[in-house]
């Protein structure tokens, strides 16, 4: 009878501490017997407080890290090299159709950027060790043939910092412009910090005068714990896709997020921020949606037989750059889709601001087969064919219709 109300006691027992589901099983251990009630209740007390302590020290290691003074040398370097390309954009489209055809605005503007944003981090944060993963090296600028832009860049470094006004530093050399582009050759990984920055993302809408971005990200232990993403020519008021061709909205946004806090949007000006959040709808009818302004970067194609399956009605809203997850993050439409040809390897750079921005803002993130992206394994993301973002609610939906769409037209990419 004792052995039966035993078995009971340990039946009972396994069920609440499976019931617990955040209470972790102690596999090192050897399982117990329960004897009586007191040594059941330190048990779960015993496996409740690990849980806890378990729970907490995951926590501890992201969220209540503030990440504050991370965040705010990222809002600002991200903000001054937005400075630095819109100068160069401008001078750029008041050039002669000669000069447009030339690349070296862009690789100017690039290789500028991504000084400014790690001469400022590095200014900011002294401190911490520094790892930035960024796309540019130095090594055609250290040729002779590159002495000319690389002195046009020290120029246009040098007088972003000046006009800014915050930083009393001498003026900078060219060869301290090249070692901070060169900060930029970490590989990034699953241990310690690493920054992460696309100086220009989508380097073909900056040439057209349309959109581009400047991301910055910081992984810690592989996971993204904040984003910043500068996006000097999009509108402040929704580009939804019946409001893309408005001239008179304001355009300069810079959106930021950190994890558990939330994200947030300002002008590039400096306005106070204000939260954003992702579309709520769950009427895929109703679900307007994203994709690359190029072809060549992501299948129309694909993407038009997902929207049909879905009913979406309205047409696609094409831009440039990691400006379409900003413009999710804040509602502006309900999904983001991007099918690169096979074979292409996306980059860490081009995701990482615009991962957060989004899940921060109530959104999910996930790879064609609806894994989390993983910023952990170097430089480059390691998925199933595609990349789409939407809400919680619409993501099981898209996920089918992509499925069946890939399944449809198994060679469309
Ligand atoms: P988007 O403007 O969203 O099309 O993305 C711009 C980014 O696409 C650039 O920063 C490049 O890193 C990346 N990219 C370049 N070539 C390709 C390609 N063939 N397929 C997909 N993405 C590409
Ligand atoms: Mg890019």
Known sequence: MEVIRERERERQMETLINCSRVVPKITSVSRPKFTNTQSLVSLVSRRASRAVIVAAVAVSAFSSMSYDKELAAAKKAASLAA????????????????????????????????????????????????SLVAEEDSGDLC????????????????????????????????EDVLRAIDSGKSDGGSHGRHWVLDPIDGTK????????????????????????????????????????????????????????????????????PIKVNVSTTDNSEEASFFESFEAAHSSHDLSSSIAKKLGVKA??????????????????????????RKGYREKIWDHAA????????????????????????????DLDTGILATNQKLMPLLLKAVRESLEDTPSSL
């Open 83 to 130: 400075r630095l390309c819109q100068k160069v954009q401008k001078a750029l489209l008041q050039s002669d159709v000669q000069a447009k055809s030339d690349k070296s605005p862009v690789t100017v503007a690039d290789y500028g950027s991504q000084a400014l944003v790690s001469f400022v981090l590095e200014r900011e944060l002294p401190s911490d060790s520094f």
């Open 143 to 174: 040729k002779a043939s590159g002495q000319e832009t690389l002195q046009r860049i020290t120029k246009l470094v040098n007088d972003t910092i000046v006009n800014d006004g915050s930083f009393s530093v001498p003026t900078l050399t060219m």
């Open 205 to 272: 809408g900056f040439v057209r005068g349309d959109q581009y971005a400047i991301a910055l990200a910081l992984l810690d232990e592989g996971k993204v714990v904040l984003g910043v993403l500068a996006c000097p020519n999009l509108p402040l008021a929704s580009i939804g896709s019946n409001r893309l061709h408005s001239s008179h909205d304001e355009v300069g946004c810079l959106f930021f997020s950190k994890v558990g806090a939330g994200t947030y949007m300002q002008s590039l000006d400096g306005s106070s």
């Open 354 to 381: 615009g991962c957060i921005v989004v899940t921060e803002a109530g959104g999910v993130v996930a790879d064609a087969a609806g894994n989390p992206l993983d910023f952990s394994k170097g430089k480059y993301l």
């Open 315 to 340: 047409p696609p809203v094409r831009i440039d750059s990691q400006a379409k997850y900003g413009a999710l993050s804040r509602g502006d439409g309900a999904i983001y889709l991007r099918f690169p």
